[in-house]
Structures are given as structure tokens and as C-alpha cells.
């Protein structure tokens, strides 16, 4: 009878302790805020569900969440079909493919806050570069500390310039990896390049795709350093997304049973939302 060596568990522990660190821990602590009331001083007061009624029952709830979806499907439906068609357009050979393959990691490269200081000094209407250009070359109204259209053509613009890099790189990791046997064969059969993309080259970067559009959609639905750093919710509350609404109830006003409520929906939102998308692009693999 073989015996199992059992001593490959001792590697794996330090990482269990650390994802129990860094994960279950912070999770247990916000569920237990969840269903209690606290007034300082360390005194909690049973709750229950009371704050889990309140959050999906308040119209400020359904408004950010409205405008986090809003934002998320605008940026979804921008990024994903300009990442492809920037990574089809770049060299598979020859001294550019370096030169574009680090040029479409720079962006990715700097900092979240550092993102939205950039883009907030960039578009101010009088000093901003963009601002001014917009102001007084172009002759456009442009002032998105103002104006709730400006400062959402601003954010999307910022997260497109910001991410859009990550889109590149996947599809064309997936691009790169179709043997060239495939294209010579569609080349053999008069294939348009509108077939070959269809066909041929969609097809291939199913994964990669799924893969980008699960991140691209976690990341914009849970996104808050740039848009708060940019315009910090406003003008009003017309940016105030979910993630910038929960930091608001949590550090703003101290409430701190409300904020963990909305924080468990918000997390079940986004597990179930990414569950719905990668059941929905791989449901042909499994059959």
C-alpha cells in the first residue's frame, strides 16, 4: 500500500494563513457589523436583517447602483471592441512588437490615484490642458466640475485611456497564438478579412476575451480611487457610483452597520453578475 506524503501541506499553509488574513478575517468583521448596531466605545446592539432592508429599500442605494451599472456597461461596451481592434492593428513581427507592447503597458503601469490627480489637473476648464483647448480653441462649453454630462464623458474617457491597454494585451496574446496554418488556409480559400476575424480569429480568442471581460467588468464595477480622485462624486451626486457612496456612509457619516450591509450586497452583486457572464460565454464549451 503507497503511503501519502502529507508534508506538502506545510508549503501550502503559509498561503492559507494569509488569504484567512487578508480575506475571511476582514469578511467575518464586516458581517458581524452587519446585523449590529454600535455607538463607540465598543458597545454593539443586535440588528439583524434591519440594515439589509434599509439598504435595498433606499432610493440613494438604487440610484448609485443605477450609476455604477451605467458606467460599467459603457465602459464594457467601449473597451472590449476598441482593445480588439487595436491589438488586431498591432505588428505580430519585427522590431515594433516590443516597442507597442510596452507602450500599451504604461498606462496600466501608474498608480490608480495618481490616475485620477493626471486627468483632474488635465481637464480643469481654465488651467487644465484639455480644459483650455476645449474652452477657448475649440469654442466647446466644456466644465466638468459643472456640468453632470462633462464629468461622465470625463471618467469614461479616463478608464478608457486608463484600461483599455489590458484589453490589448489579452486579445492579442490570443491573436499571437493562432498558428499560422489557419490563415494560410483561409488565404487558400478566398476569405475576406471580415471572414478570417469571424471565423478564424474571434473564435481563437474566446478565452482571453472571457478572461478580460470578467476583469474589465470587476474592476469597473468595483472602481473608486479615479472617478473619487477626478470629481469626487459631483458635480451634485451625478458620479457618486456605488463604491463612492458605501466610503461616504462608512467614513463620512460612521455608519457603520449600513455600509457593512451594502458592502455584503454589493460584493453578492458582483459575484453573481461575474457567475452570469461566465456562464454565458463559456455555456458553448460545455456542451
Not at 57 to 63: C, I, M, P, V, Y
Not at 189 to 215: C, E, H, Y
Amino acid at each position: 500500500m503507497k503511503t501519502e506524503n502529507q508534508k506538502a501541506w506545510f508549503f501550502v499553509l503559509p498561503v492559507l494563513l494569509l488569504v484567512a488574513f487578508n480575506a475571511l478575517i476582514p469578511m467575518m468583521t464586516v458581517v458581524n457589523y452587519s446585523v449590529q448596531e454600535t455607538f463607540g466605545d465598543n458597545v454593539f446592539f443586535w440588528q439583524g436583517l434591519d440594515w439589509f432592508q434599509q439598504i435595498l429599500r433606499s432610493d440613494r442605494f438604487h440610484a448609485a447602483l443605477g450609476r455604477q451599472f451605467m458606467f460599467t456597461f459603457l465602459i464594457l461596451i467601449i473597451e472590449i471592441p476598441l482593445g480588439i481592434a487595436i491589438a488586431l492593428s498591432m505588428p505580430r513581427k519585427g522590431f515594433w512588437v516590443p516597442v507597442c507592447l510596452v507602450l500599451m503597458a504604461l498606462p496600466m503601469l501608474i498608480p490608480w490615484n495618481v490616475v485620477g490627480a493626471m486627468w483632474n489637473i488635465f481637464t480643469l476648464p481654465d488651467i487644465g490642458l484639455l480644459g483650455y483647448f476645449l474652452n477657448h480653441t475649440l469654442g466647446i462649453n466644456y466644465d466638468m466640475t459643472q456640468d453632470p454630462i462633462a464629468a461622465w464623458v470625463t471618467i469614461i474617457t479616463m478608464d478608457v485611456w486608463h484600461w483599455t491597454s489590458l484589453v490589448v494585451l489579452l486579445s492579442y496574446a490570443g491573436l499571437v497564438s493562432i498558428p499560422d496554418a489557419y490563415y494560410q488556409a483561409a488565404k487558400i480559400d478566398g476569405a475576406s478579412n471580415w471572414a478570417v476575424f469571424r471565423f478564424i480569429q474571434l473564435p481563437k480568442m474566446k478565452t482571453v476575451l472571457t478572461i478580460a471581460i470578467l476583469l474589465r467588468f470587476m474592476d469597473s464595477f468595483n472602481i473608486y480611487t479615479e472617478p473619487f480622485v477626478l470629481t469626487g462624486g459631483g458635480p451634485g451626486n451625478s458620479t457618486t457610483l456605488l463604491s463612492i457612496d458605501l466610503v461616504k456612509i462608512a467614513l463620512g457619516q460612521f455608519d457603520l452597520g449600513p455600509a457593512a450591509a451594502m458592502s455584503l450586497i454589493y460584493f453578492a452583486i458582483t459575484l453573481l453578475v461575474s457567475w452570469l457572464f461566465y456562464t454565458v460565454m463559456t455555456k458553448d464549451d460545455q456542451n
